[in-house]
């Protein structure tokens, strides 16, 4: 069982930054890959970034390449989300998540954990 714990969320300008972090409970963190998803009102839930346990590998959705760096301290139990020049489309709930192994990073039915969200706002 992994818990997940999201912070770092809340209003930045377009352009800005913000560093969202998720730590995790349990001492088997580092046989996970993490991911990152979103969602926005109205809309269903999208992939923004994943990492393998190991950290040496990470991939991203096209509309946050770039911009996004996700990265892992499996030290701390926590993976993190940065996020710069902000967009207001990247308004929306980010949510980490934890899988175990199979299926693809990038759909949401590969994971197995899910942290309850954070809100990040931007504002144009």
């Known amino acids: 069982q992994v818990q997940l714990v999201e912070s770092g969320g809340g209003l930045a300008q377009a352009g800005g930054s913000l560093r969202l972090s998720c730590a995790a409970s349990g001492r088997t963190f580092s046989s996970y890959a993490m991911g990152w998803f979103r969602q926005a009102p109205g809309k269903g839930r999208e992939f923004v970034a994943a990492?393998?346990?190991?950290?040496?590998?990470?991939y991203y959705a096209d509309s946050v390449k770039g911009r996004f760096t996700i990265s892992r301290d499996n030290a701390k139990n926590t993976v993190y989300l940065q996020m710069n020049s902000l967009k207001p489309e990247d308004t929306a709930v980010y949510y980490c998540?934890?899988?175990?192994?199979?299926?693809?990073?990038?759909?949401?039915?590969?994971?197995?954990?899910w942290g309850q969200g954070t809100q990040v706002t931007v504002s144009s």
């Open positions: 990492i393998s346990w190991s950290g040496g590998s990470t």
């Open positions: 998540t934890a899988r175990s192994g199979g299926g693809v990073y990038y759909h949401p039915d590969s994971y197995d954990y």
